[in-house]
């Protein structure tokens, strides 16, 4: 992802200042969201991409590319997305991800794996308010720890490419004797 040319494409498509803080904000469920803008409104240009949310920049027509781009330009990122958050940990991009029990779970799954649990939120906890998102957000809005963690996805990457690229050669060397 290239951040310079993602902050460009925030100033152009979302029409963000540039001298203000930018949060991506990504989520099906209309009541986080406007949480977050009644929250955040202050802090941040909010920028809402996939969905339609009152009082945010919308982007719907973003590339997958573009996207990336904009995701690792802004300053944090609020999302109920499994990619997002990837991304999010990969790029060292402050984030806070919120999930259901049904559309949690490879959430917390990353979110264990990467030592990043402490900046997820679960909207059944009967416990969750918005002020726990606020207190939460406080948590989360540091560096992201990625480093050993993205090493050891990179490395089993590799293994599996190699996995991969040995299994079609011999493929390859087959169908040649065959022939």
Not at 17 to 23: F, Q, V
Not at 151 to 175: I, M, T, V
């Amino acid at each position: 992802p290239d951040k310079q040319n993602g902050r460009q494409l925030l100033y152009k498509k979302a029409g963000c200042k540039k001298n203000k803080k930018i949060a991506l904000v990504m989520t099906e469920n209309p009541a986080v969201a406007k949480e977050i803008y009644k929250e955040f409104k202050n802090d941040f240009e909010l920028v809402s991409v996939f969905h339609y949310n009152f009082g945010y920049k919308n982007v719907a027509d973003l590339t997958p590319f573009e996207w990336l781009d904009a995701l690792s330009a802004c300053d944090f990122v609020f999302t109920s997305y499994f990619h997002a958050t990837c991304f999010s940990i990969i790029n060292n991009v402050k984030f806070l991800s919120f999930g259901t029990k049904i559309k949690g779970s490879k959430l917390r799954e990353i979110l264990q794996k990467s030592g990043n649990m402490d900046r997820y939120v679960s909207l059944d906890d009967k416990d969750f308010s918005f002020a726990l998102l606020k207190e939460k957000f406080e948590i989360a809005n540091v560096d992201v720890s990625n480093s050993e963690f993205c090493s050891k996805c990179k490395a089993e990457f590799n293994e599996f490419l190699d996995r991969l690229y040995n299994a079609y050669n011999k493929e390859c060397a087959k169908r040649e004797i065959s022939n």
